[in-house]
């Protein structure tokens, strides 16, 4: 490891005093978050001992024709709550040279990769919710021929500020058919074919079960377009993969995507299906929660933007679950009755993911295949239902608004791993508008409400946000927990900002109070506890 | 320490020779077109003219404000200035088979490929979206802006106008 690092540092030297030092390029972005802790029981905002948290890094990337090197220094002083305190420390946390040129691309060091959909292999960086997996080691992709490529991987996980157990390897192929078959160019129907194999080695050291130290999974994939029409699907499979994730069951692990749908100007329409089967596959048999994923499962229902629509948000379960997503949208044409002026564009979508049709093998104490599963029923265990309705409307060309209302089902037990909640069911609206005062001077403003009998009961949330001139803006947000059923909890959350922006700067000053809670990014989530204090947020790029 | 030191000596000797992202090319990576066909950012063109590239998703409401307040300008815009809009998707493998029927539905006459393993992003230090660069005729960086602001779009246009000019 030592030795890499070595080795791709003195390259990255040798490659910035290289000769045609003037046609190189140097790039980089600094990010800062930082934030300050008041103890506060009420709210649960625990007492953090040194009283602040600060989250960094800077990315520092150097080109010069076909090769590029970058390093990643990250500090966390100490890292922010709600991340992982293995982040504590700072060092440079990324490095990497690479040559590329039109049929060949090799990296040593740290990279981020993808196969298809990332059903078996993706490693990506993820700052907001503290996720970096990627793999240290090396990856060539290859243009074998028009129409044809080719990649492969190999390398160990980053993890934290060290790396995981196990050796990751992958290989993955794809076939362009409208590139490859002559003529096939002018075809309008596009086919894209792919499939690949990643396997993990880590030593088969578990002292109780007989576990194997290299476990395969394999993935195939079909992309089919035609002008509107697209379809997509996906299938996986892993071998036995005995872990603490599953429980250390032998059973395998399959994983079914299928995505469709049909477009034109002002109306879309798209379905997806999805069935995930004990796919956790993780470069360390014992490592939980979001350490050192080789794959990534990507969930169907949308990402909730507004503020109480966050507040219940659903994670994939990597163990078992099944699901539909279907997405509507269509704009009333402008100068219609319905449109006005300005048209009016309607977004209806409705999720639903249910427990996997299992039935228990209590088999235990003998060949732990744990249950079976029938793909074609469905359990009538729910996991999260979302039916979200969004209409957006320009009234004229200083006043617009986006109208929503979320209709939910969420079993707290099962996603958030708690007991006897079940399932929370909850309505949310909210009202969303934007009025522009001046040229650069607009008022924006959120009301949204959340219903529900259940857990904390209701919600209510009002936010006020302006601009000033081209660079600075200012908010006050509040968001009251009126319905709490217990009288001390029914709390207001409320949180004043301020900031500045000017080309890649941005820079932001808040102060207030922050309810604990999940953020998620695509399905994969973390804890944010309760806070009380003053943050800081810096990004800018060069 | 070491590192810091090892780190700070490598800015130095690094920012001698080499410039920052401002007046310097589009870095070479692949994306995707919307059909999944894997496409060289080397081959963004305009014949001489400016290119704005707008990096956005599904999911990002400041994004798709910016893109619809462009849009209702993007003939005038074009008429005057001959720029050429190109929009990079930053949705994942969740989001990602929703970006070409959204971007159909609204009817946006952009060019418009997929970022899905955030080469793209991570070569021009995009840290979050919106986030806008504008290309000379030249090929060159002059111009980028993060974040969205209802009235930023005439920033980008006072902007575009004064590289057009050039």
């Known amino acids: 490891m030592k030795k890499i690092q070595l080795i791709v540092s003195l390259l990255f030297v040798s490659v910035v005093n290289a000769q045609s030092l003037t046609d190189g390029q140097l790039r980089g972005s600094i990010e800062i978050d930082a934030q300050t802790y008041r103890h506060d029981s009420l709210i649960g905002a625990p007492a953090v001992p040194e009283k602040m948290g600060l989250n960094s890094f800077a990315q520092l990337d150097y080109t010069n024709g076909k090769i590029s090197a970058g390093i990643r220094y990250e500090a966390y002083e100490n890292a922010l709550q709600g991340y992982d305190a293995r982040y504590n420390g700072q060092g440079i946390a990324n490095k990497y040279l690479r040559f590329a040129d039109s049929t060949i691309d090799v990296t040593v060091g740290d990279f981020y990769e993808q196969f298809g959909s990332g059903l078996i292999l993706r490693s990506y960086w993820q700052y907001q919710l503290g996720v970096d997996n990627s793999i240290d080691g090396v990856r060539l992709k290859y243009n074998i021929c028009k129409g044809i490529s080719v990649k492969g991987v190999i390398g160990h996980q980053r993890y934290y500020w060290g790396e995981g157990a196990g050796i990751v390897r992958g290989v993955d192929g794809e076939i362009n058919l409208n590139e490859l078959i002559p003529h096939w160019d002018t075809i309008k129907t596009k086919i894209i074919l792919g499939g690949s194999f990643v396997s993990n080695y880590q030593v088969p050291d578990n002292t109780t079960y007989n576990v194997p130290g290299n476990v395969g999974a394999t993935a195939g994939r079909i992309s089919i377009n035609n002008g509107g029409f697209s379809f997509y699907s996906e299938y996986a499979y892993k071998i036995n993969d005995p872990s603490v994730v599953n429980n250390y069951i032998y059973k395998p692990g399959q994983a079914f995507l299928l995505r469709t749908g049909y477009s034109t100007k002002g109306f879309s329409f798209s379905v997806s299906g999805e069935s995930m089967d004990n796919m956790s596959f993780k470069s360390d048999r014992t490592a939980t929660k979001n350490d050192l994923d080789i794959n990534y499962l990507p969930t169907l229902p949308r990402d909730e933007t507004y503020q109480l629509a966050q507040i219940y948000p659903y994670a994939t379960q990597p163990n078992g679950e099944m699901g539909v997503d279907a997405e509507l949208r269509y704009t009333l044409p402008k100068e219609s009755v319905l449109g006005g002026k300005y048209g009016t564009e309607l977004d209806a979508e409705v999720s639903a993911i249910n427990a996997l049709d299992t039935t228990n093998l209590n088999d235990l104490n003998t060949n732990r295949l744990g249950y079976s599963v029938n793909y074609f029923g469905v359990n009538s265990e729910i996991y999260f239902n979302n039916t979200t309705i969004e209409l957006k409307h320009k009234f004229s060309p200083k006043f617009r608004m986006i109208l929503q209302y979320v209709d939910e089902a969420y079993n707290k037990d099962v996603i958030q791993q708690e007991v006897g909640y079940q399932i929370v069911h909850c309505n949310i609206g909210i009202f969303d508008g934007y009025y522009r005062i001046a040229s650069s001077n607009t008022l924006h403003f959120e009301f949204q409400e959340l219903l529900t009998k259940q857990d904390q009961g209701n919600w209510a949330f009002g936010m006020a946000e302006m601009n000033f001139g081209s660079n600075w803006f200012a908010g006050l947000l509040d968001e009251y927990n009126y319905g709490n059923p217990i009288a001390n909890q029914q709390i207001h959350y409320y949180t004043i900002t301020g900031g500045y922006t000017k080309n890649a700067l941005r820079v932001s000053l808040g102060y207030g109070k922050t309810r604990s809670g999940i953020l998620c990014v695509g399905g994969v989530c973390r804890q944010i506890p309760a806070s009380d204090g003053f943050s800081l947020s810096l990004t800018e790029s060069f | ?166």
């Not at chain 2, 956005?56 to 005057?80: G, R």
């Not at chain 2, 971007?103 to 418009?112: A, D, T, V």
């Not at chain 2, 080469?119 to 979206?129: E, G, K, L, P, Y």
């Not at chain 2, 806008?132 to 009235?151: A, C, L, R």
């Open chain 2, 1 to 166: 320490m070491k590192k810091i030191i090892f780190l700070l000596f490598l800015l130095a000797s690094v920012n001698v020779f080499a410039q920052g992202m401002k007046n310097s090319k589009v870095p070479t990576v692949q994306v995707k077109t919307m059909d999944g066909s894997a496409f060289s950012t080397s081959k963004f063109s305009n014949n001489g003219k400016p290119i704005i590239i707008d990096f956005w998703a599904t999911w990002c409401k400041p994004c798709i404000a910016e893109l619809d307040a462009i849009s209702d300008n993007y003939a005038q815009w074009q008429k005057e200035t001959g720029v050429k809009i190109i929009t990079i998707s930053v949705d994942d493998a969740r989001t990602m088979a929703k970006v070409a029927p959204f971007f159909k539905e609204k009817g946006w006459l952009y060019e418009s490929y997929l970022d899905p393993n955030q080469d793209f992003q991570h070569a021009m230090q995009v840290m979050t979206c919106p986030y806008v660069f504008i290309i000379d005729g030249n090929g060159q960086i002059v111009w980028m802006h993060t974040s969205y602001m209802e009235g930023d779009e005439d920033k980008l246009y006072d902007a575009l106008k004064k590289v057009a000019k050039k």
